[in-house]
């Protein structure tokens, strides 16, 4: 049964499609993964793996170049109706996983590169998809209302 004070509550929320809540909690959860990882990366990689500095901002940092691949061919296959927004989902996971791999077990800058370019497409994969899917599971009327809580959630782990 619910009381007064949740209903009261409940009433400030906006009536918002529960997949986009569990996208926004997932959002907020890998939000957070992804600050400890971009902290601790580079000191793991500087100190135990025994890479310059400089090497390690690099090859961290070329990962954006293939994000912008990734963004523009998974935009495409987003919107394509042969593959779709959760095929491009998928895929996205699938090369981050890889991605993740080959950055643990990285030992030389030579496959730090390539891990973090294979990680940065399937990043730049995952977000016309996720985009895409927000739209798609909101209604016109409360749509500002939908991405604001998507944004919201990834700007307050941010923080």
């Known amino acids: 049964m619910m009381t007064f004070r949740q209903s009261q509550l409940l009433s400030w929320l906006p009536s918002i499609h529960p997949q986009v809540w569990i996208f926004a909690i997932g959002r907020f959860l890998s939000e957070i993964g992804t600050g400890f990882t971009l902290f601790y990366a580079p000191i793991f990689f500087v100190n135990q793996v025994g890479l310059s500095a400089t090497s ?81 599971a909101s209604q016109i009327d409360n749509r500002r209302e939908t991405f604001a809580l998507a944004k919201l959630t990834e700007g307050i782990a941010r923080l």
Do not use: H, K, M, Q
């Open 56 to 136: 390690v901002g690099v090859a961290l940092g070329s990962g954006s170049i293939s994000g912008i691949v990734g963004r523009i061919v998974g935009g495409s296959l987003a919107d394509s109706g042969e593959w779709g927004r959760r095929r491009t989902l998928l895929l996205a996971t699938a090369i981050s996983a890889i991605g993740s791999l080959v950055l643990a077990a990285t030992n030389n800058f030579t496959i730090l590169v390539i891990g973090s370019l294979i990680s940065g497409l399937g990043i730049g994969f995952y977000w016309p998809a996720a985009e895409a899917v927000v739209a798609d």
